[in-house]
């Protein structure tokens, strides 16, 4: 089973930017994406690369953050710019879509003054 090991949260002011990492336990030539879940609500899909390198953002994050991934198909990056306090969660990579086994422990993102 796929396992996704996840790291570079950490904490930072308003406007800072964070590069975060994902490594999956193996590969697969299949689309990832990047996750985030704030206490009492739903993981949402931040945003989401293809195995050809095509991405997609949520609306919230458009403009600022990057996806991207190497051609070996199990790492990929976020950089994270521009950071908001809404920003703030826990962040986690997994395929699209997801696989429900392979959740790692994630990366916790603060962003505050």
């Known amino acids: ?11 930072v002011p308003p406007g800072a930017f964070l590069t975060l990492s994902c490594k999956a336990t193996s590969s697969n030539i299949r689309a990832m994406s990047w996750y985030r879940q704030v206490p009492g609500k739903q993981r949402e899909m931040v945003a989401t690369i293809s195995a050809i390198g095509a991405t997609n953002y949520a609306d919230s994050v458009l403009g600022r953050f990057i996806v991207s991934r190497l051609n070996n198909y199990n790492e990929m990056w976020l ?8 920003d703030t969660a826990v962040y986690y990579c997994n395929w699209w879509p997801i696989d429900s086994n392979s959740w790692g422990q994630g990366t ?6």
Request: charge should be negative; glycine fraction near 12%.
């Open 1 to 11: 089973q796929v396992q996704f090991v996840e790291s570079g949260g950490g904490s």
């Open 79 to 86: 950089q994270m710019n521009s950071l908001k306090p809404e």
């Open 108 to 113: 916790q993102v603060t962003v505050s003054s």
